[in-house]
């Protein structure tokens, strides 16, 4: 399972992937941060950013990670077989799915925890 979790996924699809997530549970603070980070240092423009929030993306192997792991969130889990074929068929193995599905639980964590102390974002507007 460690050698699943390692991180094969390259920042930018994770940041996006993070975005996606924080959407999905409402949570301004990540999204600030995320949007923040995904800016400043990995130059995600803005419009891409607001795509990967809704789970799509300018670039068609990051669309199919974020929408996947959209679906994870959205679904706790429960995804249907098509979805699970679609990200594969995209070229994401295993252990690459494996990661996209620990990252939505990662995300789902610092959501949880900046919601329940409702957290405020202190991060630069774009």
């Given at each position: 399972?460690?050698?699943?979790?390692?991180?094969?996924l390259?920042?930018?699809?994770?940041?996006?992937?993070?975005?996606?997530?924080?959407e999905?549970?409402?949570?301004?603070?990540?999204?600030?941060?995320?949007?923040?980070?995904?800016?400043?240092?990995?130059?995600?423009?803005?419009?891409?950013?607001?795509?990967?929030?809704?789970?799509?993306?300018?670039?068609?192997?990051?669309?199919?990670?974020?929408?996947?792991?959209?679906?994870?969130?959205i679904?706790?889990?429960?995804?249907?077989?098509?979805?699970?074929?679609?990200?594969?068929?995209?070229?994401?193995?295993?252990?690459?799915?494996?990661?996209?599905?620990?990252?939505?639980?990662?995300?789902?964590?610092?959501?949880?925890?900046?919601?329940?102390?409702?957290?405020?974002?202190?991060?630069?507007?774009?």
């Open positions: 399972m460690q050698a699943a979790l390692s991180r094969t390259d920042a930018r699809t994770r940041e996006r992937i993070a975005l996606a997530v924080s999905v549970n409402g949570c301004q603070y990540c999204i600030s941060a995320h949007t923040y980070l995904g800016h400043y240092f990995l130059k995600l423009i803005p419009e891409e950013m607001t795509l990967n929030r809704a789970g799509r993306s300018l670039d068609p192997e990051a669309e199919a990670a974020v929408k996947f792991a959209r679906s994870v969130s679904s706790r889990g429960r995804v249907e077989t098509a979805e699970l074929s679609n990200v594969r068929a995209s070229g994401y193995s295993d252990a690459q799915i494996v990661e996209i599905i620990a990252l939505c639980a990662e995300v789902f964590l610092t959501n949880l925890l900046a919601n329940v102390f409702e957290i405020k974002p202190d991060f630069l507007k774009m």
